[in-house]
């Protein structure tokens, strides 16, 4: 049998249930699914989830599947990497078949799961089990409580830290094209406050700018583009005010690359720079798009060095 989340249920069936999981305390032959407490209705397995939906008294995300997969339910369209999503499904699983409830228990009002700021929903075919979690213990755990139960648990720190991912965490960031000595053919780095630009061609000698062959530094700039890619999602189909805020209206630099690409026709890529953070990245936009991203100023630091 599958291992199942709780699925609650309400009324008269939750009494009866929970009468029926005293009993089977007392009882050492009940049949096992019926001394599980965690089981209250037809037992359903926790990856056939159709939504979930955590708050961890920061953030608040929300999440459906329907035949394409898994959405975030806020925007539809945000790239969502589903991993993430079944990964805390497949945690769930397994924390819920090693769940035992508290011996003697606990009074929530003590354990501060009368006042719980934490929470996750789950939803299976057409039944839907609310989790909440209530003070950490010096051990790492978290008290928990499920909706429609009596009986406080105690589970891991591991499972709960699951719940503190913000949903740009789980962004798919987009793959830039393979930029290598082989296929670049420009490099233009210009400077937006001061005015400054600097241009590399590439001829059959190698990297010149302005006629003149470049001795130093290439390599590092070609390592640094092989290599390129973007460190986070920070803002998915952002307002008109993020620009300005990021400081992409007067951007520190715009870095465009000429390459061939793969069917052997000539493309660009740009790269608009904002502001340089505190923690060391810059706010950055891909081509046209407006989603901002985080690039880490070491990895265009060469090509900035340029100007």
Known sequence: MKRSLALAVCGFSLVLALVGCGKAKEDPDADAADANVLTNGEQLPITEAGALEYDNSSVTCRFRKDEEGWKWVDNETFPLDAAYVEEILTALDTMSAELTPLDPTVDPAECGLDESNRYMTVTVGEEVTTLRFGDQKDDGTWYMSIDGQEGVYLVEDAFVTLMDRSIYDMAVLPTLPELTDENLTVITVHQTESGKSVRLTKNDEGWVSGGKALPDGIEAIETALAELSFDKCFDYDPSPDAAPLCGL???????????????????????????????????????????????????????????
Request: proline share 2%; net charge negative; glycine share 6%.
């Open 249 to 307: 209206d007067a951007p520190t630099a715009v870095i465009t690359l000429a390459y061939v690409n793969t069917v052997g026709t000539e493309a660009t890529v740009t790269l608009t720079l904002g502001t340089l953070r505190e923690d060391g990245t810059y706010y950055a936009t891909l081509n046209d798009e407006t989603t901002v991203y985080l690039l880490a100023q070491e990895k265009v630091a060469s090509l900035l060095a340029l100007l």
